[in-house]
């Protein structure tokens, strides 16, 4: 049963998915015809869902419908979320165009941030392998409130937010807005990171030095490749708290991986950045070594074993979520300590206990 595997079971289902990666990553190196399937019904069931909960299972519908030894029912259901995330990304794709129209009539100028900027940036040769959630922008602060009402004019709507906070915690986006046909939401930020997670990236100087690409027809602005990966580091570790929990989302390190391929930028290069705090320096070098997982990285040694070891003990032991969560609650308090006048409003008090019973709940991975 799913609920009795053990700690060794979990590693090698995350291992068998990170080999199936290696050759979406790089399929010179690792051919896809290699792959093993494995022979259990129950097996196949939890590699499934692993995929489905790593969010990678459009990416991996690329990679295994030619595999001999993969069920036809598991390529069905892949061939499936390909076409359907690949509809949806579609209509993605049209909002962002339609943003980015939007926008520079204005005078505006936005930078696209995370999975909108791997789209359009052209980092997924076939943009229907990436799942996305929503469209991510940045521009000057005092541009967001424009570029609100610019959205609004076409179609985009603000929907229900959270009940008010005295002291908000995500002090870093506008409430996200989202078009009422199409379903696309999109979150306009006015700082790249929230002020909890520290101030390793600048949003002036990220804007300054963006970069413009080409896809389909229109040209977007994107953040440089080394920008990209410290925010994907930041975000992904810190911010979603992956490092506290010793797992990762391979969905996040696969963008990682794909940025890193072609071995433009180094650890060393991000790491010797001066706005880097000095007690967030660990999550963000482990978080980078975990490229690693996916093939030949950039980064060899003693560091990059560290990582995998740390990542590979935090999956088969997976840490208590009371910890997690107590661990989560005084971060947020040592970094925001006006942030405990929230938990006194009783509007927030139903949120804080579908988070608390959400949190508590038994790790998938």
């Not at 909002?95 to 939007?102: C, E, F, S, V």
């Not at 300590?337 to 206990?353: A, K, Y």
């Amino acid at each position: 049963m799913i609920d009795r595997e053990t700690g060794e079971e979990r590693w090698r289902y995350f291992l068998w998915l990170c080999t199936a990666l290696k050759s979406f990553v790089d399929p010179a190196q690792y051919p896809a015809q290699t792959i093993e399937w494995p022979a259990s019904p129950g097996e196949t069931v939890r590699l499934v869902e692993m995929m489905d909960g790593h969010k990678i299972s459009p990416a991996l519908a690329s990679i295994l419908g030619d595999v001999a030894t993969v069920p036809s029912e598991v390529k069905d259901h892949l061939h499936a979320v390909h076409w359907l995330n690949g509809q949806r990304n579609d209509t993605i794709l049209a909002g962002i165009a339609t943003i980015g129209r939007q926008l520079a009539m204005q005078g505006i100028d936005a930078i696209f941030l995370k999975g909108a900027a791997s789209l359009v940036s052209g980092l997924y040769t076939d943009p229907a392998t990436r799942f996305l959630g929503d469209i991510d922008l940045l521009v000057a602060p005092q541009e967001a409130e424009g570029a609100s009402r610019a959205l609004m004019q076409c179609g985009f709507t603000e929907i229900a937010v959270k009940p008010a906070s005295l002291f908000p915690r995500n002090r870093h986006h506008l409430a996200m807005q989202r078009n009422p046909d199409t379903g696309v939401g999109v979150e306009i930020h006015f700082a790249v990171l929230a002020p909890m997670s520290g101030a390793a990236l600048d949003g002036e100087a990220l804007r300054r030095s963006a970069v413009s690409v080409s896809f389909r027809g229109s040209t977007y602005r994107v953040p440089t490749i080394e920008d990209r990966v410290l925010h994907n580091v930041i975000h992904h570790q810190i911010t979603d708290g992956f490092y506290h929990r010793r797992s990762c989302s391979l969905r996040q390190i696969l963008d990682l991986a794909l940025l890193r391929r072609d071995g433009e930028v180094s650890t060393q290069q991000i790491l010797q950045r001066r706005d880097i705090p000095a007690k967030q320096r660990a999550a963000i070098e482990h978080g980078i070594h975990l490229t690693a997982i996916l093939g030949p990285s950039p980064d060899s040694g003693e560091l990059v074993d560290r990582a995998i070891r740390r990542l590979e003990h935090g999956i088969r032991r997976p840490r208590n979520h009371i910890g997690i969560v107590a661990k989560s609650y005084l971060h947020e308090l040592r970094s925001r300590p006006l942030g405990i006048v929230n938990f006194l409003l009783p509007s927030r008090w139903p949120g804080r206990i579908r988070h608390l019973r959400s949190a508590l709940k038994r790790p998938h991975y």
